[in-house]
Nanobody, 121 residues
Framework: QVQLVESGGGLVQAGGSLRLSCAAS????????MGWFRQAPGKEREFVAD????????YYVDSVKGRFTISRDNAKNTVFLQMNGLKPEDTAVYYC??????????????WGQGTQVTVSS
């Protein structure tokens, strides 16, 4: 079992930045690839970014490429999502996930409780 706790969400104006953190506990952190997902009101949860266990491989959904950066600190069992150039359409609850790659896609096995990000125009 892996427990995930997100933090760092909040209210920010368009063009601003936020840094989300996700602290993991339980099983060995480096056993897992990590990902971020988001869910806007009335929409399905969507993939945002993932990172492999070494941190050398990352992947992003097209809508955040060049604005968001995923990283991890294995010594601190923490994964981050640096979000720059935020847009109102980035407003959502952001979820951290621990999982694995099947073929080339990230699949989540464990989820955090989510943190709200609201971007005002």
């Amino acid at each position: 079992q892996v427990q995930l706790v997100e933090s760092g969400g909040g209210l920010v104006q368009a063009g601003g930045s936020l840094r989300l953190s996700c602290a993991a506990s339980g099983r060995t952190f480096t056993n897992y690839a990590m990902g971020w997902f988001r869910q806007a009101p009335g929409k399905e949860r969507e993939f945002v970014a993932d990172i492999n266990w070494t941190g050398r491989r990352t992947y992003y959904v097209d809508s955040v490429k060049g604005r968001f950066t995923i990283s991890r600190d294995n010594a601190k069992n923490t994964v981050f999502l640096q979000m720059n150039g935020l847009k109102p359409e980035d407003t959502a609850v952001y979820y951290c996930a621990a999982g694995a790659y099947r073929s080339t896609s990230f699949y989540a096995d464990y989820w955090g409780q989510g943190t709200q990000v609201t971007v005002s125009s």
